[in-house]
């Protein structure tokens, strides 16, 4: 039979080295835990705070979130989610204005974020002279990390699914003021509503409320509309606010 030994034997061969070692890993691991804990609480403390901010923006205009996937597609999801939220006749025909601007086949609807992200770089590399002195970046490589799934949308982005869709988008901004993204060169066929968090960097949709839900609303609420008129919003001041030429301020009502 194989000889055995004692825990307490195998321990005491353990050097004081050895054991300073193994209780510096313990601490780390507890502090590594607790740090998470931490930050998750912290996110949540944010969102919470930018849930506080955004809730009364919804409430004015007769609007309720649906929440996107949190995976760094959340942009394209939420525009996607929008069109496909308008009413059928509206969404056939902006869908058939992207679709010859894109030169595809009528019968292909934009229903996955990948592909109206894969179409808007194809966009991009056929515009270059009109959206590449809005990027920061080198030209190639801005092309080649907005072609990766999970990479966020930004600004231009919005601008070009804006003039695609010929939709306006209206981004209601958590602590700061909102945004309106016309189609530029073209006048809007409909507005998708959209919120955006900054400091969380994530999209969702704000779709309007059920009829049943209108009617629980205050008299004073505005309901948005589907068409081209939007309630008055001031130009995005934040750091990466849109180009002059691609965003313009809403007149006040």
Request: with cysteine; hydrophobic share 35%.
């Amino acid at each position: 039979s194989f000889p055995t030994r004692r825990s307490s034997d195998l321990a005491a061969q353990i050097t004081p080295a050895a054991r300073c070692l193994l209780h510096q890993e313990e601490e780390d691991t507890r502090l590594a835990i607790e740090h998470s804990l931490a930050s998750h609480a912290a996110t949540m403390d944010l969102r919470k705070d930018d849930q506080n901010s955004i809730n009364p923006k919804l409430l004015k205009d007769g609007l309720t979130e649906q929440e996107m996937p949190r995976n760094g597609d959340c942009q394209f999801a939420a525009v996607v989610e929008g069109i496909f939220d308008l009413p059928p006749d509206v969404r056939s025909q902006v869908h058939s204005v992207a679709q010859q601007q894109l030169e595809k086949e009528a019968t292909d609807e934009h229903r996955d974020p990948a592909i109206l992200r894969k179409d808007v770089v194809a966009y991009l590399k056929a515009n270059r002279s009109e959206f590449e002195p809005y990027v920061n970046n080198s030209w190639v490589k801005y092309l080649l990390s907005m072609s990766k799934k999970g990479h966020y949308g930004d600004h231009v982005t919005l601008a070009i699914m804006a003039k695609l869709f010929h939709t306006g988008i209206h981004v209601l901004v958590a602590g700061q003021d909102d945004m309106y993204i016309p189609p530029k060169g073209c006048t809007a066929l409909a507005t998708v509503w959209l919120i955006y968090y900054p400091i969380q960097q994530h999209y969702s949709l704000a779709k309007r409320v059920s009829t049943a839900i209108q009617c629980a609303l205050p008299e004073n609420a505005n309901l948005p509309h589907s068409g081209n008129s939007v309630r008055s919003a001031k130009r995005h001041k934040a750091e990466n606010k849109l180009p002059d030429c691609i965003v313009n301020q809403v007149q006040k009502s």
